[in-house]
């Protein structure tokens, strides 16, 4: 009768430790997404900020952002800071909670010129967006110093396409969202192209509706893979004329940002 009694036991013991190990688990994982509350899409961007505190970041709201008392969007706004304008971030941000414009994003405690108010972290960036009359080398310059594994590229077009040029950037440790609004300030992307929503349609064209009548054409066309973004295309072409601009994730948080301008 005992060995019956010991095997009882070591079953009984078996079943106790995998339901404690399940119920550890699952407790640790609702933990998880109670602390982070997002979709597992953005999950990297929390992990990035979390060491951030006294990081500095640049502006990249092509109409600036606005400059809060407190940390939420209804808050009295103190002032509008211009694109390009630098902060420093007083205090690390634990969760993504807030969408605007189909940014993930949260409110940051930062410092503008002696002051602390709050801004929407999706408009900010490591990386500063490209002056008006920089000189684009100049400005890979800059980046390079901020990030030394930043690369460009310049070269011709192929001898079979139109006669332009073809600039190629790669930009390490950023998110879609910061890749298409560099890019939107580098390459004269409308303001009125808002960036596109990570789920949708596997192929959708957007258009800008408010493009001058001498332009052919100026539009968004984006691509989805398993309802996540895999490609982001701006086309631009009037008479003679006209550009493209192709954002693409070739490694997680690394984006490469191809410009070909060409002329008939």
């Known amino acids: 009768m005992k060995k019956p009694t010991l095997l009882i036991l070591l079953f009984l013991s078996f079943i106790f430790l995998t339901c404690k190990n399940n119920l550890e688990a699952n407790n640790t994982k609702?933990?998880?997404?109670?602390?982070?509350?997002?979709?597992?899409?953005?999950?990297?961007?929390?992990?990035?900020?979390?060491?951030?505190?006294?990081?500095?970041?640049?502006?990249?709201?092509?109409?600036?952002?606005?400059?809060?008392?407190?940390?939420?969007?209804n808050s009295e706004k103190l002032l509008t800071l211009p694109l390009g304008s630098k902060v420093k971030q007083t205090a690390p941000i634990y969760t993504i909670d807030l969408t605007v414009e189909n940014i993930n994003g949260s409110m940051m405690e930062v410092l503008y010129n002696g002051k602390t108010g709050y801004v929407f972290s999706g408009f900010l960036s490591k990386y500063p967006p490209l002056e008006i009359d920089e000189d684009f080398k100049s400005y890979i310059i800059r980046l390079k110093k901020i990030n030394s594994n930043v690369e460009y590229e310049e070269k011709e077009t192929p001898p079979d396409f139109h006669e332009g040029i073809i600039e190629t950037t790669t930009l390490p440790n950023v998110v879609w969202h910061e890749a298409f609004y560099l890019a939107k300030a580098a390459y004269t992307i409308p303001n009125s192209l808002s960036f596109p929503k990570h789920q949708g349609n596997d192929e959708e064209t957007i258009k800008q509706k408010d493009k001058e009548d001498r332009v052919w054409s100026s539009e968004l066309t984006v691509s989805r893979k398993f309802s996540k973004l895999d490609t982001i295309r701006y086309n631009w072409r009037a008479e003679a004329t006209g550009y493209f601009v192709i954002i693409t994730e070739p490694k997680i948080n690394e984006f490469k940002i191809e410009y070909t301008g060409f002329a008939d």
């Open 30 to 73: 609702e933990k998880q997404v109670l602390e982070n509350q997002i979709d597992p899409l953005i999950a990297i961007e929390v992990e990035q900020q979390k060491d951030l505190a006294n990081a500095y970041y640049y502006v990249l709201a092509p109409n600036g952002l606005s400059f809060r008392k407190e940390d939420n969007l």
